[in-house]
C-alpha cells in the first residue's frame, strides 16, 4: 500500500511538472545536425544529393523512471533547382516532418506534423557561398490519458485509489498551428574546409497550450530562438583523410536557455572515400528554474556508407537523482541520401 502511495504521488508530481513544461521547452537532440528540419527550417533541401530520408529517436531516463521519456522524428526532402542550364547553382527544398514525444509515466502526448520550404541562394557564379531562408508550418496535437493519475480523493481508505475522482478535469486533447522560420549561411574555404552558421525562430506565433485553452500569457508557448554554428576544417593539409567538425549549438526559450559546444573526428575509410567513421563529445550547459549548470556531456559515434549516415550518441547527465542513478540518454539517427553527390557543401552532417 505503501509503495502505491508513493507511485501515485510521485505520477501527480510529474503531471504537474509537464503541465509547468508546455510554456517552458522544446524536447531537443544532442545529434542536433542529424535532424535538420526539426533545427531549422532553412536546411530543408540543404544536402548532397536530390532527396533524403532521414529518422532519430532519444531515449531518456530509463534508468529512474519505468517507462522513459522517448522523442522521435521521421522527415522527408527534397531539392530541385528552379532554374535549369544555369551557371548559379540555386536550389529550391521542399519537405515534410512528423514528430512525436511521449511522457509514458502519465501517457502525455505531442504530435506534429509539419510542411517546410527553403531556397538556397547561390551567391556567385563559383557556387562556394550559399545563402538559404526557410518557412514551416505545423498542426501540434497534445493528449494526455487521464485513466493514468490518480486524485487525493480517489483513495478509498483501505486497497488502493479506486473511487471516482471529483476532480473537473478539461479535455484531455487539443491541437495548433505552429509557425517557425531560419536562415543559414554556407561557404567553401579552400578545397575541403567548410563553415555553416544559422538562425532559427520557432513558434513566432506564440499559441497557447493550456490544456484548458486559456488565453493569459501564462499559456502561451515561448517562442524559441537559436542559433548554429558547424565547421569542416582538414588536419594535416589538402591531402589529409582526417577532418575537425566543430559544433555549436545556441538555444534560447523564455527564460530558459541551453548551448552545446564541442567536436567531432571525421576520417575516411577506404581507396575510395565514400566510407568515413565519425566520433565526437561535447558538453551542454543550461539554464533552468534552478539556475544555470553543466547539464550532460555526450559522446558521438557516426558512420557514412555510401549514401547512408548513421549515428549513435550517449548524453551522461552531469546532475543525478542519486549516486547510482544517472539521468542519461540515448540517441540512434539514420538517413538515407537519393542520387547522392560528394561535393555538396550545404548541409554539415551530425
Not at 517546410?116 to 562556394?128: C, F, I, M, Q, R
Not at 572515400?273 to 549548470?293: E, L
Not at 557516426?302 to 542513478?325: H, M, P, T, W
Request: proline share 3%; with cysteine; net charge neutral.
Amino acid at each position: 500500500m505503501q509503495k502505491l502511495i508513493i507511485r501515485s504521488l510521485l505520477g501527480f508530481l510529474f503531471a504537474i511538472l509537464c503541465s509547468a513544461m508546455l510554456g517552458a521547452q522544446d524536447n531537443h537532440y544532442s545529434q542536433f545536425y542529424a535532424s535538420p528540419l526539426t533545427l531549422n527550417p532553412a536546411l530543408t533541401g540543404a544536402f548532397e544529393g536530390r532527396y533524403r530520408v532521414s529518422s532519430i529517436y532519444r531515449d531518456q531516463w530509463r534508468s529512474v523512471l519505468e517507462e522513459p521519456i522517448k522523442s522521435y522524428s521521421i522527415a522527408g526532402d527534397f531539392r530541385f533547382s528552379p532554374r535549369k542550364r544555369s551557371v548559379v547553382e540555386d536550389a529550391i527544398g521542399l519537405g515534410i516532418l512528423f514528430n512525436n514525444d511521449r511522457v509514458g509515466v502519465v501517457d502525455f502526448n505531442t504530435t506534429q506534423i509539419a510542411v517546410s520550404l527553403a531556397y538556397h541562394k547561390s551567391l556567385g557564379v563559383d557556387n562556394n557561398q550559399f545563402l538559404s531562408a526557410g518557412f514551416q508550418a505545423g498542426i501540434t496535437q497534445r493528449t494526455v490519458n487521464y485513466g493514468s493519475l490518480t486524485f487525493q480523493d480517489q483513495f478509498d481508505g483501505f486497497s488502493g485509489f479506486t473511487a471516482a475522482t471529483l476532480e473537473d478535469l478539461p479535455a484531455n486533447n487539443f491541437a495548433y498551428l505552429d509557425l517557425n522560420t531560419g536562415l543559414n549561411y554556407t561557404a567553401k574555404l579552400g578545397r575541403k574546409s567548410n563553415i555553416f552558421a544559422g538562425l532559427a525562430y520557432h513558434h513566432f506565433s506564440q499559441p497557447a497550450v493550456s490544456f484548458d485553452r486559456g488565453q493569459d500569457k501564462g499559456d502561451l508557448l515561448y517562442g524559441r530562438f537559436s542559433t548554429q554554428f558547424a565547421a569542416n576544417f582538414p588536419v594535416g593539409g589538402r591531402q589529409s583523410r582526417v577532418s575537425l567538425l566543430p559544433r555549436v549549438l545556441f538555444a534560447k526559450q523564455g527564460p530558459h536557455w541551453e548551448t552545446t559546444v564541442g567536436t567531432n573526428v571525421r576520417a575516411v575509410m577506404g581507396q575510395a572515400g565514400t566510407s568515413a567513421f565519425h566520433i565526437g563529445t561535447w558538453v551542454r550547459p543550461v539554464h533552468n528554474d534552478v539556475g544555470a549548470g553543466l547539464d550532460a556531456a555526450v559522446v558521438m559515434l557516426g558512420f557514412e556508407i555510401n549514401n547512408v549516415l548513421l549515428g549513435l550518441s550517449y548524453d551522461l547527465n552531469i546532475n543525478a537523482l542519486s549516486a547510482r542513478q544517472r539521468q542519461g540518454a540515448f540517441e540512434i539517427s539514420i538517413a538515407y541520401l537519393g542520387n547522392y553527390a560528394n561535393e555538396g557543401i550545404l548541409c554539415p552532417k551530425f
